[in-house]
T-cell receptor, first 114, second 116 residues
């Protein structure tokens, strides 16, 4: 069965600092991987996804993630944090031939200090 | 940009009562989903729906739950007899192609269901 683990339920960075949010997955087959962001009182917004091809994927708002099969990881990064990046971030996996079902990690709350 | 809309944003219901949560998916999307998030916990898959039938459901989605697409635009989740543990944020999502795996799902803002 597929699962997703996000290391660190809370991450705090200073404005302008590197953002690194960690995600590891387990899957018996190559999965499709997603990062979603949730701002307070809003739904989940897609940041980026990996399906096939280039392992470094770029998303919205300057975020990117790299799929590393050998490490079963899909960490999310942004070179320079902005105050508006403060939100909850969810990593998710969608296994092949499961009707698009998403399995989410527990989420990481990102705080950005001025 | 088209979006998924959910109503109501907050529903308060007495335990044992029936509740219907409503969603309007993006108009050209064919696959519909419900997820829930209990406070402080993960977002959990409940059910996926395509071509007027359930594609897949989780163990959470027992006989108390049902989904329906009553017309060309709405997608509903019904809980027949609510329990305290049904209190959660319920998210509706839709995607253009579900069987083509890896299609992104677009989420609504959620309905917060509070069972008293």
């Amino acid at each position: 069965a597929q699962s997703v683990t996000q290391l660190g339920s809370h991450v705090s960075v200073s404005e302008g600092a590197l953002v690194l949010l960690r995600c590891n997955y387990s899957s018996s087959v190559p999965p499709y991987l997603f990062w979603y962001v949730q701002y307070p009182n809003q739904g989940l917004q897609l940041l980026l996804k990996y399906t096939t091809g280039a392992t470094l994927v770029k998303g919205i708002n300057g975020f990117e993630a790299e799929f590393k099969k050998s490490e079963t990881s899909f960490h999310l990064t942004k070179p320079s944090a902005h105050m508006s990046d403060a939100a909850e971030y969810f990593c998710a996996v969608s296994a092949v031939n499961q009707g698009g079902k998403l399995i989410f990690g527990q989420g990481t709350e990102l705080s950005v200090k001025p | 940009e088209p979006e998924v809309t959910q109503t109501p944003s907050h529903q308060v219901t007495q335990m044992g009562q029936e509740v219907i949560l409503r969603c309007v998916p993006i108009s050209n999307h064919l696959y519909f989903y419900w997820y829930r998030q209990i406070l402080g916990q993960k977002v959990e898959f409940l059910v996926s729906f395509y071509n007027n039938e359930i594609s897949e459901k989780s163990e959470i989605f027992d006989d108390q739950f049902s989904v329906e697409r009553p017309d060309g635009s709405n997608f509903t989740l019904k809980i027949r007899s609510t329990k305290l543990e049904d209190s959660a944020m319920y998210f509706c999502a839709s995607s253009e192609f579900g069987r083509v795996d890896g299609q992104p799902q677009h989420f609504g803002d959620g309905t917060r269901l509070s069972i008293l």
